[in-house]
């Protein structure tokens, strides 16, 4: 009786080479070394004071810039390239990311969503919302797309699960600058103490500690 091969695992991962690969590895070092960053804090000691979703928003930025270099859309790839509407994608959630980093303070000290506020919210949930169905599944997805269409259309919901409902730009606003939605909690202990115990445990592995 001849036994079957097993089944070689195929990485979800695109395996990059040359520029892209180089700048999908700097990406990836880029993401603890920002976490380690923003644990000490060292623009402090000069006098200069970050909050803490300008460092989320970074954060943010170049993990969605490393996903859509990492994940193709399908699985049927490409698996060795990345092709022009990922990199468009990846710099789109970037440019979100990079426009929380210096606008941040401005947008909550008048608590008004600006238009360029407003398009970049739209363009980072559509990305975020994207990496999500890329990494994790349609799932998920599809269940953080009833929440966005309940907290629009709540007042058509009958009883206990109706309420006044949100505007768009409301939603959008609060989605992309609050620091209980994409600034908010899990990305921050994603952001600090999970990537730099990661950092860390590559350096005692390399090392042999």
Known sequence: MVKEAPEVAVSRLRKLHGVQGLVQRALLVMLPL?????????????????????????????????AFLAFPASK???????????????????????????????????????????????VAIAVVLEAVRRVVGWPLLVLVAFFFFYA??????????GSRGWSWERLIFFSFTDSNSLLGLPLAIGATMVAAFILFGEILFTTGG
Not at 49 to 66: H, S
Not at 77 to 82: L, N, Q, S
Not at 92 to 108: I, Q, S
Request: overall charge negative; proline content about 8%; charged content about 10%.
């Open 34 to 66: 920002l976490a380690v960053w923003t644990v000490v804090d060292p623009l402090t000691y000069i006098g200069v004071t970050l909050v803490r979703e300008q460092y989320l928003g970074l954060f943010l930025g170049l993990g969605l810039g490393a």
């Open 152 to 161: 629009l259309y709540s007042h058509l919901f009958p009883g206990l699960f």
């Open 76 to 122: 049927r790839g490409p698996w060795d390239k990345v092709p022009w509407y990922d990199l468009l994608t990846g710099l789109a959630g970037m440019a979100a990311g990079v426009y929380l980093l210096v606008e941040f303070p401005a947008l909550m000290f008048t608590g008004n969503p600006t238009p360029t506020a407003l398009v970049l919210g739209v």
